[in-house]
């Protein structure tokens, strides 16, 4: 082993991409895997047994006792906040990517790519750069175009309203009673505001307000989120 090793844990719940995954690189002497995981609950156990520089985790894993996407993220970089992160994503949803890079991880491939980005991202996540596959380059590119350009882009306090209402489960006739507007209205601020952030369906726009609040939250050491420790009796 050379003096210079970068220790790496593989985490995907696929037995099959983690097999891909360490054939690409073991054949590069800098970089150790000291360790592979199919859920959160053997990542969180992994890192607490071995030191680790950079983790390569794939963002969709459920099943392990501290969930997977932007919840097992937030919960890695509040308690492990010198680990270097590089997520391996099916993902091409610009909203989501917004909540990935909020959290300052800014080394993303996309399962749509090649493998040969892998060794570039590692190396850059430990460098603390930035690294982007070409499929998330491309979105990163317009966010980046999005944020730079006109205000207009950014919700308005009536869009805002609408998308905080509609996510806490209110249906739009219903917002449109509780703010005394009309349906059309409600329907079109609401519109407007997915089309801004980059979502296409209710069930995006909720997991992408999750994500956001997540993302946003601050590193609170005596707040209780409950994500600390398992459940008792969680399997």
Same mark, same amino acid.
């Given at each position: +082993?050379?003096?210079? =090793? ?34 959160? =609950? ?5 890192? &607490? ?11 969709? +894993? ?13 919960? #890695? ?12 994503? +099916? ?11 909020? #959290? ?13 980005? #892998? ?9 603390? &750069? ?54 059309? =209205?409600?329907?079109?601020? *609401?519109?407007?505001?997915?089309? *801004?952030? &980059? ?37």
């Amino acid at each position: +082993m050379d003096d210079f =090793t970068i220790r790496v844990i593989l985490a995907d719940d696929h037995p099959a991409v983690v097999a891909g995954l360490l054939h690409t690189l073991k054949k590069h002497r800098t970089l150790d895997v000291v360790d592979t995981v199919g859920n959160s =609950t053997e990542l969180v156990a992994a890192l &607490g047994k071995q030191p680790c520089d950079v983790l390569v985790s794939d963002y969709a +894993m459920p099943g392990g006792d501290y969930g997977d996407g932007i919840t097992l993220f937030s919960f #890695l970089r509040r308690r492990y906040p010198a680990l270097r992160i590089v997520i391996l994503t +099916m993902i091409d949803n610009p909203g989501v990517i917004r909540s990935i890079l909020k #959290l300052d991880i800014q080394c993303i491939l996309s399962k749509a790519d090649t493998t040969d980005h #892998l060794l570039a991202a590692i190396h850059g996540a430990y460098a603390n &750069g930035r690294y982007f596959s070409p499929t998330i380059s491309k979105i990163v590119w317009q966010l980046d175009v999005e944020s730079s350009g006109s205000s207009s882009r950014a919700l308005t306090k009536r869009e805002s309203e609408v998308i905080r209402l509609f996510v806490s489960g209110l249906s739009v006739n219903e917002i449109a009673a509780q703010l005394s507007r009309s349906k059309q =209205t409600i329907s079109a601020q *609401k519109t407007s505001a997915m089309r *801004k952030l &980059g979502v296409e369906t209710d069930t995006e726009l909720i997991k992408y307000s999750i994500g956001a609040a997540l993302a946003e939250e601050p590193d609170d050491k005596d707040r209780n989120d409950g994500l600390d420790d398992p459940k008792p009796g969680a399997s």
